[in-house]
């Protein structure tokens, strides 16, 4: 290890998901002066989010990747013995918990680890998990009164920390980046006479707000010839009700598109990877984004990724008031 490089711990649940390509590049793109370690429980779609440096527990030892959540859940333990002998072996500096509550859950190892803490925010665990168990409130208090700083996508964000109860001189707004020179700007040109191709691009939950959007298509459809393209499915996030939660968002979806005889109009890609994503978007003219507060209170926190792509790209986005995406 170079004696001039800081060495960052990054703590994940699981490395990564399908629709975290935010995430990769926010640990890919960190200044070279920055040695990453990633380190997680258990690690997925490595094919597509390969980072040197990811230490995960289940491919140490599944057994001991076990018998770790039982302790935890249990309150029998409230330290990683993994994440504290990976940060010993690399002699980190800083531990960056990815999400709120795994900030939380993280304090006891950084606090035995003697490390730094910095913990990033990025949307349901500011606004859900409060709503939902009031735990959190007093969680997070813990977690602002022992942290070194909390990161945030926007302003608006920003101020939802602080009204948790963060010390505003803690909370920085790290805008999420898009590599620019690696998207071709090409924008789009529509003609009357041809169909006004639509994307949506978003997990089938209810924060994304995607039934909005077809209502709203399904009102101008016989005065425009549309052509629909969604690209997503069903989260498969944890905890369970949230994946039972995005069921009945897609047979709400699918119940629209019928009830608005867009059947015809739309396809559906399901889960598709970030290349085909952005094939998709050079083949249509509007990228429909309508982010909404869910019933949960979950929201986008920060906005959408999606839109900042689209719109380097030279496309036209159409979305909502809301969270951080009137920054964008």
């Given at each position: 290890m170079s004696q001039n490089k800081i060495t960052i711990i990054h703590s994940f649940p699981?490395?990564?998901t399908p629709t975290q390509t935010w995430m990769y590049n926010l640990v890919k793109y960190v200044p070279e002066s920055i040695n990453n370690h990633i380190v997680c429980k258990r690690t997925q779609n490595l094919d597509r989010f390969n980072l040197p440096n990811i230490h995960s527990l289940a491919d140490e030892s599944l057994v001991?990747?076990?018998?770790?959540?039982?302790?935890l859940r249990s309150s029998f333990k409230k330290t990683s013995n993994f994440l504290i002998n990976q940060a010993k072996k690399y002699q980190a500096q800083i531990l960056h918990s990815h999400f709120g509550h795994l900030g939380w859950a993280n304090l006891h190892n950084a606090q035995t680890s003697q490390l730094k803490h910095i913990v990033t925010f990025y949307g349901y665990d500011v606004n859900c998990f409060p709503q939902q168990n009031?735990?959190?409130l007093t969680r997070y208090q813990q977690l602002f009164d022992q942290i070194s700083c909390v990161l945030c996508e926007g302003s608006h964000m920003a101020q939802s920390i602080i009204n948790l109860g963060?010390?505003?001189e803690k909370v920085k707004v790290q805008h999420l980046g898009v590599k620019v020179n690696n998207i071709s700007y090409k924008p789009r040109k529509w003609?009357?006479?041809q169909p006004l191709r639509i994307l949506i691009a978003a997990s089938f939950v209810e924060k994304k707000g995607i039934p909005?959007?077809?209502?709203?298509?399904?009102r101008i459809k016989d005065d425009v010839d549309l052509e629909i393209t969604i690209i997503g499915d069903v989260s498969k996030s944890k905890p369970r009700y949230r994946i039972k939660r995005s069921q009945l968002e897609k047979q709400k979806i699918l119940d629209l598109i019928t009830k608005y005889k867009l059947n015809s109009k739309t396809k559906m890609l399901g889960y598709q990877s970030h290349d085909v994503f952005f094939q998709e978007a050079y083949k249509h003219h509007i990228f429909l984004s309508p982010s909404v507060i869910a019933e949960d209170g979950d929201t986008e926190g920060g906005a959408p990724v999606s839109i900042i792509e689209t719109a380097a790209s030279g496309m036209f986005v159409i979305s909502t008031t809301h969270c951080d995406i009137p920054e964008v």
């Open positions: 699981t490395w990564l001991s990747l076990l018998w770790e959540e039982l302790l009031p735990i959190w963060c010390p505003k003609q009357q006479n909005y959007a077809i209502e709203a298509l399904g």
